[in-house]
């Protein structure tokens, strides 16, 4: 499975953005499927996730209210809307999918990773 993440950018402080990612296979659609990030110098962060169906979706609490996870397996892809956002949301945001019908916080749970879009919040 190959995914192909895209959707970042340069926005203000308080802006918005939708992080969309699609999924080579429709393999995905059985699959839970979730977003990290990573900012310089530190480590890869669990941002959110969402099961195989969308029934569940969980997220780090400092984005809890701001940030979306969505999924459409008819199109095999994966959004990330994006709102409030803050500089310190700033980072490499990469899109992966789960070995199982649901995510998790942990990237070793994770068979596939796409290859990143960069958000930059300016204060």
């Known amino acids: 499975v190959q995914l192909q993440a895209s959707g970042g950018g340069l926005v203000q402080a308080g802006g918005s953005l939708r992080l969309s990612c699609t999924a080579s296979?429709?393999?995905?659609?059985?699959?839970?499927m979730s977003w990290f990030r990573q900012a310089p110098g530190k480590e890869r962060e669990f941002v959110a996730t969402?099961?195989?169906?969308?029934?569940?979706?969980v997220y780090l609490d400092s984005v809890k209210g701001r940030f979306t996870i969505s999924r459409d397996n008819n199109q095999s892809t994966v959004n990330l809307q994006m709102n409030s956002l803050k500089p310190e949301d700033t980072a490499v945001y990469y899109c992966?999918?789960?070995?199982?019908?649901?995510?998790?916080?942990?990237?070793?749970?994770?068979?596939?990773w796409g290859q990143g879009t960069l958000v930059t919040v300016s204060s």
């Open positions: 992966a999918v789960a070995r199982r019908s649901y995510g998790s916080r942990s990237p070793a749970d994770y068979a596939y």
């Open positions: 296979r429709r393999t995905a659609s059985n699959n839970g």
């Open positions: 969402i099961s195989w169906n969308g029934g569940s979706t």
